[in-house]
């Protein structure tokens, strides 16, 4: 059966890239990279040849084997999440050609930050985010995860900034007011996994295979928080194998950085709210460390399938937080995460079609139904599998997985198959279609214990009946603790419990969002007004989805704040990534703001 991707034109029948050679120059001034990039196919190709492309200006198509000379080509109508098709017309059986392209000031995976939006506030700073569909605007593409390819990369930026990318690094060329940056990635990538930063930029290493980049204002405070990155590495490989992708290092982003972390190989990128000096979100470095097995090895084949990047990945790091740091902190972790996948299908609503594993995604921007489901309700199912024949079993199976479909990309149904092919005792004991197939979450969902849990749930229970916690009742509780008792308070307290509670966690001087906003959420339902002006800080200091979507719905939905919900978005959007700034829109729109 033809092999088709609903978020890409590319039509793999005519051939997949394998390779591609790039000069880059980037350019603050008109926030553009123009380009060029030599195309290596997998087959001659004769006839047409589609390219994603969204936003991106093509300055010229021409052959390179054979023969050079020009090809004809045209961009079809824009389609409002597809972007355009490029159609390069009358092929003359070629594997090489050249693409001479420039993108879009408004590029929809890039963002360019003025000196001020960046920590030492003198240099200008440029990020990418290609993930989910959003490669197409920076390069023209077969912008589907089933499509992977090596590169090399020649990018020149202006003295003294310079630049990284998912790749080796392999020379740094000076010239007077230009920097020129060489790379070579060797291991073959899909294009949401295509990375580049440009700014001011330091290192400092970590380990023998990881190091962290970020800018001289931040560098200490990133090596500090991420100092145990490199056992990190060495107890995932126990579990899944070898790490197969040389060096494992990390970018310290500025704080419009839209995710908690993107694992771009060679280079994951990491939001600045992970560094809050007590290491208690390092588990983000170890999700994203896990991605190097479950996802960037192992892909999915279509975003339709992305519960089999992140379910399994999920399931990956609880895994290695077990061995880090115990199984009652790696469940209680699972109980925080669960409760907010439960929270975002009652958003959807439990009986929609994303709050299934793997339903038509057809005209649906992934943007759109991104959320923490495939996270957990992938990683409860995976979960159920090794319940069903235990770790002994279950361990050698996914090492026999990651070996099987390494460097390639994988349907859901493909993964069954798999499954019932090499595991069928396991396949047996589970509700397979009810857990892809149907939307909620099914009753059999692995039970998550811990004794930190308990805790919290006796704390929960003097506060329900009438009695304020005391400072001794908290003594030594984890972060962790102190989140999950925030977000298990009513949507509405007293105005006063909520100044009680900002006293009794230390909520004035925290560094902690994960706190900060489970608080003002409740805060804002609960009248007090007060905290707006913290509320206000957080959205015009961090560009994080995770800590933005919440506070602008908890403004929209309660009276005395939803009409300073738009003000407060017009006045923070220029500083949003341009992902993060549509998904706030919708929640206004939605609204009827």
């Known amino acids: 059966m033809t092999f088709s991707d609903p978020h890409s034109y590319a039509d793999v029948e005519q051939g997949r890239t394998r390779h591609i050679d790039f000069t880059l120059a980037v350019d603050f001034a008109q926030k553009t990279i123009r380009g060029t990039a030599t195309y290596t196919i997998d087959r001659p190709v004769t006839g047409s040849f589609f390219l994603d492309t969204r936003d991106v200006k093509i300055e010229g198509v021409r052959g390179v084997s054979g023969e050079a000379s020009d090809i004809a080509w045209e961009l079809d109508a824009v389609d409002q999440v597809m972007g355009q098709r490029l159609h ?33 506030g003198r240099h200008p700073y440029l990020f990418s985010q290609c993930q989910a569909i959003h490669g197409r605007s920076v390069f023209p593409c077969q912008d589907s995860p089933s499509v992977r390819f090596t590169y090399t990369a020649a990018v020149t930026v202006p003295a003294p900034l310079n630049a990284v990318m998912s790749a080796a690094r392999t020379a740094v060329d000076q010239d007077g007011t230009t920097t020129t940056c060489r790379f070579e990635m060797p291991q073959a990538i899909p294009s949401y996994l295509f990375a580049i930063a440009v700014g001011n930029l330091t290192h400092r290493d970590l380990g023998e295979r990881s190091r962290i980049y970020a800018e001289p204002e931040t560098i200490d405070d990133g090596a500090r928080e991420f100092a145990g990155t490199e056992k990190m590495i060495t107890e995932a490989e126990k579990l899944f194998g070898p790490y197969i992708w040389d060096r494992f290092d990390m970018l310290l982003m500025p704080p419009s950085f839209p995710y908690g972390g993107m694992e771009n190989p060679r280079l994951t990128f990491l939001t600045p709210t992970l560094v809050v000096g007590d290491r208690s979100m390092v588990n983000v470095v170890v999700h994203e460390l896990a991605h190097s097995w479950t996802g960037n090895l192992v892909t999915n084949a279509t975003w339709e399938d992305f519960w089999l990047n992140e379910g399994w990945t999920v399931y990956a790091e609880r895994r290695i937080l077990e061995i880090l740091e115990g199984q009652d902190y790696a469940q209680l972790k ?7 996948m439960l929270e975002d299908m009652k958003l959807f609503g439990f009986d929609s079609d994303p709050t299934k594993l793997n339903y038509s995604q057809k005209g649906i921007d992934p ?27 279950f361990d050698p199976f996914i090492r026999q997985y990651i070996e099987t479909f390494k460097f390639q990309s994988l349907t859901t149904k493909g993964f069954v198959a798999f499954l019932e092919k090499e595991l069928p005792a396991a396949a047996a004991k589970v509700n397979i279609d009810q857990w892809l197939y149907e939307p909620g979450f099914p009753d059999d969902a692995p039970h998550l214990e811990s004794t930190l849990l308990q805790d919290v749930d006796a704390l929960v229970a003097v506060f329900d009946a009438g009695r304020k916690p005391m400072p001794e009742n908290v003594q030594g509780w984890k972060p962790e603790q102190i989140e999950l008792f925030l977000k298990k308070l009513p949507e509405k307290i007293p ?21 900060l906003v489970a608080y003002y959420c409740t805060a804002i339902r609960s009248g007090c007004e007060e905290a707006l002006a913290g509320v206000e800080k957080i959205l015009s200091t961090v560009g994080r989805m995770l800590y933005l979507k919440p506070l602008y719905r908890a403004l929209v939905e309660t009276e005395w704040s939803k009409p300073k919900a738009r003000t407060l978005f017009e006045h923070n959007r220029a500083a949003y ?11 206004l729109k939605e609204a009827g703001l």
């Open 495 to 515: 105005a006063e419990d909520c100044r009680a509670f900002q006293e009794l966690f230390g909520l004035k001087e925290s560094r902690n969002n994960n706190h």
């Open 88 to 120: 390069l017309k009358d092929m003359p059986g070629l594997t090489h050609f050249t693409i001479n392209f420039k993108t879009a000031p408004g590029a929809s995976a890039l963002q360019w930050l003025d000196p001020a939006q960046t920590a030492g």
């Open 334 to 340: 699972g109980v925080l995460r669960r409760n907010s």
């Open 367 to 393: 943007d759109e139904v991104f959320s923490t489901i495939p996270y957990e309700k992938g990683a409860a199912f995976i979960t159920l599998f090794e319940q069903a024949v235990g770790r002994d079993v």
């Open 577 to 587: 990534h341009p992902i993060a700034a549509g998904g706030i829109e919708r929640i």
